[in-house]
């Protein structure tokens, strides 16, 4: 069964402050894993999608890797705005099409 | 500007009643999705469409039910067989899925409470 863990539930950072994000995951054959901002209240908002192992992708403050068994979401120097549920889900070739399996995220508080 | 609509943003549900919650894209996209989330959970699949005129439950559609009579629209019924349905529904829409993942983009979400 495919399964994707998200650590910690949630990460208090001070402004400035960098740290990382982890989703760990279980699937028979990877797609896709892809990341999304969300802001309460609102839609998933799409940041990243990595397709294999060794891949990296960058958006300003914001740089995803991934391995065989994880990804990492790393935020460099964050700012109160980069607060938010930092969500992380995978598309498996043998699962329903097109369907993604969601961890139940991370909520991260930046402090100025 | 392109993007997916969704409406009401709030609904009201009495018991016994059925709601229907409306979602419409202009994204061109082939493919549209119906997501449930619920506080510390992940959002779950209930419905799914690859293209118009067809559509296959997802891992919890029972008391949901859909149509897709339009390319753009992917309409919800949240009808009165669902016990539990205070949460925040989100639809989503995406290129067909190919080789690659394809990514999903979702609209701002419905939230709909029992009263």
């Known amino acids: 069964e495919d399964q994707v863990t998200q650590s910690p539930e949630a990460l208090r950072l001070q402004e400035g402050e960098s740290s990382s994000l982890n989703c760990s995951y279980t699937?028979?054959?990877?797609?896709?894993l892809f990341w999304y901002r969300q802001d309460p209240g609102k839609g998933p908002e799409f940041l990243f999608t990595?397709?294999?192992a060794g891949e990296e992708k960058e958006k300003e403050r914001l740089k995803a890797t991934l391995t065989k068994k994880e990804s990492f979401l790393h935020i460099t120097a964050p700012k109160p705005e980069d607060s938010a549920t930092y969500l992380c889900a995978v598309q498996d070739y043998g699962g329903s099409q097109g369907n993604l399996i969601f961890g139940k995220g991370t909520k991260l508080s930046v402090k100025p | 500007d392109g993007g997916i609509t969704q409406s009401p943003k709030y609904l009201f549900r009495k018991e016994g009643q059925n709601v229907t919650l409306s979602c419409e894209q202009n994204?061109?996209?082939?493919?549209m999705y119906w997501y449930r989330q619920d506080p510390g959970q992940g959002l779950r699949l209930i419905y799914y469409s690859q293209i118009v005129n067809d559509f296959q439950k997802g891992d919890i559609a029972e008391g949901y039910s859909v149509s897709r009579e339009k390319k753009e629209s992917f309409p919800l019924t949240v009808t009165s067989a669902q016990k539990n349905p205070t949460a925040f529904y989100l639809c989503a829409s995406s290129r067909p899925t190919g080789s690659s993942g394809n990514t999903i983009y979702f609209g701002e979400g419905s939230w709909l409470t029992v009263v």
């Open positions: 990595l397709y294999s």
């Open positions: 994204l061109n996209h082939d493919a």
């Open positions: 699937v028979s054959g990877l797609r896709g």
